[in-house]
């Protein structure tokens, strides 16, 4: 990874420091640029050139697919996490007395479409937390009985940033006929996401958190096999096989994850989407993941100097790119509000203050961070 050439493509770099890829990230310059070849296009040559577009959505499932070791035939584009999510938990045949599991704090978009389904008769059971910050998977299993039909968690928790033993979970989950659903947007773009791997059947995720994409698109990965099972929620003319037939309508639905994408896509997003795929690619997946696993070791050591308790899990397998940390000195707030008077970003989460640095991220910015906090809370 040659990081300077990296760093070119961050324009804002000049004027303040940037640790909220948990977040909404900013915008590389490639990304941008795609999205404005989009824009330059339409308007210069109307839709004349739509089979283009065509092609970029035809990009973007590839690409997906190398990302998370799947088919393109499993991957529907939808506008953002919630609604991949949503399209599963709303897309099954429940029955009053059936169970999900999740975690007690999942962020809301893995929370709300299975709560919703109380109104349908499915309890809806909370693994808890534990005080230092992981959800083990006995947490999880020992919720489970022979009612449950589906086991929802995110690979990495936003505000923790523990990654869940989502293997033996998957595998747990597969030999028992139960639907293993992921939410990998705090994961992809960060860390290596294989589907395969961690046996789910369904992962929903977006890209203007750590794969440094546009918002107001997403996607959502559904396993070939249990396809059939999920019915379409949102029907319309991209759903069927023979979208151009009118008058003659036949209700037949596409063969592939796109059944579930029932209208006109977000072409600009797209671009970037696709930009952003390739972006990440280029670097590699495993370099991403190890600077990220590098920086965030060496973050929470020099935190831990500094008198500060770091809540993120970090033993072998539960690290991720967020650190969520506090002082018993001083509030959260007083710290989020001091970096930001030095033009250094993080957010407070749950009462903890939350950085999530990536690749292109540097010590030298690091330890401007460092030295804020010192100033803080001594």
Sequence with gaps: MNADHIRAYFPYLDRFI????????PMPSPVADAMRSLIENVEHNASTEDEKWAQRETDLRRSLATLLNCEPCEIAITKNTSEGLSY??????????????ISNVEFPANAYPWLALERKGVEVRLAPELEDGRIPLEQIVKLVDDKTRLVALSLVQYASGFRVPAEELGEFCRRRG????????QAVGALHVDVRKLRADAAAGAFHKWLLGPEGIGFLFIRKEIMNSIDIVEWGWKSVVTPYTSPIY????KPDASRYECGTLNTCGIYGAVAAVELYLGVGVDTVEQRLIELTDWLCGELKNLGCKVFSPRGAGEKSGIVSFYHPDSSASDIVRALKSERIIVVKRAGRVRISPHYYNTQDELKRLFDVVHKCTH
């Design 18 to 25: 940037f640790f909220n890829h948990a977040g909404v990230s």
């Design 88 to 101: 599963i938990a709303n897309g099954l045949n429940w029955k009053p007395g059936d169970n999900v599991v």
């Design 178 to 185: 139960i639907l293993f659903v992921l939410d990998v947007f």
């Design 250 to 253: 036949r209700l037949e639905p």
